[in-house]
């Protein structure tokens, strides 16, 4: 059995895969967020159960940490999203769940280095808008040379 691979130029690489939609690549998103912000509820309560001085110092005056609260949120998000595709071969529970996965653009399985490069690359402000066309080529898909295919059986 002979297993057939992606042709050398990857502009004929939808005739071996298929692009997922903008439609998938938002649910991926949206329950890769929700998982995110569940896991650092839960880090943030051991952490208040570990020193509950911790609570007070990051609740008693938010307005001191409004600009970097999120800037540190979108870091965060970036490391887990690269270490959750690192660790998982391009894929996330959003993508698991919609039978998805981040791939080189010959089809071949992306590296460690590149899942962070994909991670990272959604830490830009306003990346996850530049997935709203057809087809659906967001920032970090263009600037790391990968896509999300649909996982065919």
């Known amino acids: ?3 057939e691979q992606a042709p050398e130029d990857p502009s004929i690489f939808e005739d071996f895969y298929e692009r997922s939609s903008a439609g998938k690549r938002l649910t991926n998103y949206l329950i890769d ?3 995110f912000y569940v ?3 839960m880090l943030g309560f051991i952490l208040a159960l570990i020193s509950p001085t911790f609570v007070g110092i990051v609740t008693n005056d ?4 409004g600009l970097l609260d999120r800037f540190i949120t979108l ?3 970036a490391v887990y999203m690269s270490v959750v ?3 998982f071969h391009g894929k996330s529970l959003g993508k698991l769940i919609t039978k998805t996965k981040s791939v080189n653009l010959d089809g071949s399985q992306i590296s460690t280095a590149k899942a962070f490069e994909r991670g990272f690359s959604r830490a830009v402000p306003f990346c996850v808008f530049s997935a709203f066309g057809n087809p659906c ?3 970090q898909d263009r600037w790391t040379q990968t896509m999300v295919i649909n996982e065919k059986k």
Do not use: K, N, T
């Open 1 to 3: 059995m002979q297993i």
């Open 85 to 87: 595709e690192a660790l």
């Open 137 to 139: 080529d967001p920032w």
């Open 62 to 65: 938010r307005s001191d940490f």
């Open 75 to 77: 870091l965060l998000y």
């Open 33 to 35: 967020l929700v998982l």
């Open 39 to 41: 896991l650092i509820f």
